[in-house]
């Protein structure tokens, strides 16, 4: 078992190793603009999940798919080559959500401000329900 220190470190080489391989190295035409955004590593760090984003349409995320799952032999040894594990841990590519994700917060937040803009709208003309002063003062208080 390694440390989590360890396994954060590898991950971040694992991350970088890919990252160039993928920019220098691969010359698949499928493989579209790629980034990727996050390596994690099982506790026995036998098995890495990499997480990646593609800008395009989604024709160009399953082609990108396709061209990752073809090179993957080829990245798994480069990563082996980078880091001198003993055990190079295998690939697994997950498309990443991050935009997708962050396009919904997106409107969440445009939605709220619209609200909140009616509500201030609203409360611009309003006035007092009751007296100025709702609370009762008591001289001897």
Do not use: W
């Amino acid at each position: 078992m390694g440390s989590e220190a360890r396994a954060r470190k590898l991950a971040d080489r694992i991350k970088v190793i890919v990252a160039q391989t993928l920019d220098m190295r691969i010359k698949d035409p499928r493989l579209g603009f790629i980034t990727i955004t996050d390596v994690r590593l099982t506790a026995d760090l036998r098995d890495a999940s990499i997480f990646y984003t593609v800008l395009g349409t989604e024709e160009e995320r399953v082609s990108t798919a396709a061209a990752l799952a073809s090179s993957k032999g080829m990245l798994r040894t480069e990563v082996g080559k980078g880091t001198g594990v003993k055990f190079t841990p295998t690939l697994e590519f997950i498309l990443d959500a991050i935009p997708e994700n962050a396009a919904h917060v997106e409107q969440l937040l445009r939605e709220a401000a619209e609200a909140d803009a009616r509500v201030h709208a609203q409360a611009k003309d309003a006035k007092y329900a009751g007296e100025i002063n709702p609370y009762r003062e008591t001289e001897g208080a």
